[in-house]
């Protein structure tokens, strides 16, 4: 059996209105027989009120179960306890002299053992009060308002303090366990309600469930973002107070990971998500808030692309279009995977009568590699050595078709595969819109003879299905919306643009 050391502090507070519960704070520090704190420890109390001297009568008993702190601290309200007999409220404290009788069960229990009594040798003032205002010839407080009130004690700050936050009609006020904060005026119909974590708020007064909400798409799928659509199909017949989406590696996202915050109303909406990885699966469900809670949506989920490094060390970044992923420009690399070097050609003489792999830059000039890329002859796109980067290849005709074909076929896929603006195209650049992201530019193309041409009008890219003595290719032109196709001298120097294997 432990000794127990308790250090009693009784808290008297001068309570300013007639309204509040009636109490008496309690604390006391417990130590066991070597002096240690008897920390986080469940102890039980019988407090018994006394009238009259140490051993008088009982006028109210009751019983509290508490947990030390850290401190071996415990702190309690007498009068809020388990109420065992009596009434606190009915205690005629200017009667006589009271005391308090304290046992206590060091294991949590019902075993009492009497700790002591202690006289009290001054009783709160708010309790007196409320038997004594016939005796002090002064009415009992009924007005927190300073001009109106007869209370003592009571400062023109202290009502300032009571209402320093809140200034609209209706709005009330909440103790969050360190001051006091605004609990703002509801809507019309709503009613107030408290949380089951003890805050108040304001709920509708008809019958609310929780919002209903869906994942509709996902698109724009690059190395590093994703673009997303979503929809609050339902309220729930409360107040949306937040909506978007939330995304993370892991299936089954919540608030918990990564979310992106799009407004308070129901209906449609739509983002990008950005900041995200290369080549890494992700997940998104949307998710609706109101009065009752959150509710998530479907899921869905994407593959972001890949950054691409050639052999030369350059980096593309990637797009999904429909079920395949392309580069985003041009080819820009000197070299065959295996590192063996591809001939640059700047002579028109020797680029007409070569019978392997060559490349140029446009006009020649190396600045247009950047924007542009290079434009290679068909004998480098049929090289075995290949040109794309490991993991990538150059489309056949077919591959050509399945993006077409996606995009609405030949008539109108050209506005989508074409950059937008005349910053590069020559007007008008009919069309152009670019919803593929393919981004394509107006490299033009060099003829069999080595002259340039179409910069500005052009966009051309090999296929690597031959054709005979030619090889298939498309292209797409600033005044019209088709994207054609057709077969080209293998002596031609096009654009070429990789595809994922």
Not at 284 to 309: C, D, H, I, K, P
Not at 455 to 482: H, Q
């Amino acid at each position: 059996m432990h000794r127990i050391i308790l250090s009693l502090i009784l808290i008297f507070p001068l309570l300013t209105v007639a309204q509040a519960p009636e109490k008496i704070n309690f604390q006391s520090i417990i130590r066991n027989k070597e002096g240690v704190i008897w920390s986080n420890k469940l102890v039980s109390f019988k407090i018994g009120i006394l009238e009259g001297d140490a051993n008088g009568t009982i006028s109210y008993l009751e019983t509290h179960t508490k947990t030390t702190d850290m401190s071996g601290l415990i702190s309690l309200q007498i009068g809020t306890g388990n109420i065992l007999s009596g009434s606190f409220h009915q205690i005629n404290w200017g009667n006589a002299p009271h005391f308090i009788r304290l046992e206590a069960d060091f294991e949590g229990g019902n075993q009492f053992s009497l700790l002591g009594t202690q006289l009290l040798s001054s009783v709160p003032y708010a309790l007196f009060s409320n038997v004594a205002d016939t005796t002090l010839h002064e009415k009992a407080e009924i007005d927190p308002v300073f001009n109106l009130s007869i209370a003592k004690g009571i400062s023109q700050a202290d009502t300032a303090y009571w209402n320093r936050t809140g200034n609209n009609p209706g709005d009330i006020q909440m103790w969050n366990g360190s001051v006091w904060v605004n609990v703002p005026a509801g809507l019309p119909g709503q009613i107030l309600t408290i949380s089951p974590n003890g805050n108040p708020g304001w709920l509708s007064s008809v019958n609310t469930v929780l919002p209903t909400v869906s994942m509709t798409g996902l698109s724009e799928i690059f190395s590093n973002s994703i673009r997303f659509s979503a929809q609050v199909l339902s309220d729930g017949g409360g107040h949306i107070t937040s909506k978007g989406i939330v995304y993370g590696t892991q299936i089954l996202p919540t608030l918990l990971d990564q979310s992106v915050i799009n407004g308070t109303e129901a209906g449609t909406f739509e983002g990008t998500v950005t900041a995200l990885l290369p080549n890494t699966r992700y997940y998104f469900r949307a998710f609706a808030t109101n009065e009752q809670g959150t509710r998530y949506s479907n899921q869905l989920l994407e593959n972001t692309t890949s950054l691409v490094t050639d052999v030369d060390g350059n980096i593309y970044q990637s797009v999904k279009i429909g079920t395949q992923i392309w580069l985003k420009k041009n080819l820009m690399v000197t070299k065959y995977q295996n590192r063996d070097s591809i001939h640059e050609v700047i002579s028109d003489g020797l680029w007409q009568n070569l019978l392997v792999g060559g490349w140029s830059n446009i006009d020649n000039i190396s600045d247009n590699n950047e924007t542009y890329g290079k434009l290679y002859n068909w004998f480098a796109v049929s090289d075995e050595r290949k040109l794309c980067p490991q993991g990538w290849k150059i489309p056949s005709d077919d591959d050509w078709t399945v993006l077409t074909s996606y995009l609405g076929g030949l008539d109108v896929a050209g506005g989508k595969l074409k950059s937008t603006g005349i910053t590069f195209w020559q007007i008008p650049n009919a069309w152009a819109n670019n919803i593929s992201y393919f981004t394509g530019l107006p490299s033009g193309y060099r003829d069999e003879l080595g002259i340039f041409f179409g910069v500005g009008y052009y966009g051309l890219w090999w296929s690597s299905t031959n054709n005979g003595t030619e090889a298939w290719a498309r292209y797409v032109y600033n005044e019209f919306n088709y994207a054609s196709k057709e077969t080209l001298s293998k002596n031609r120097g096009l654009s070429i643009r990789c595809l994922i294997e």
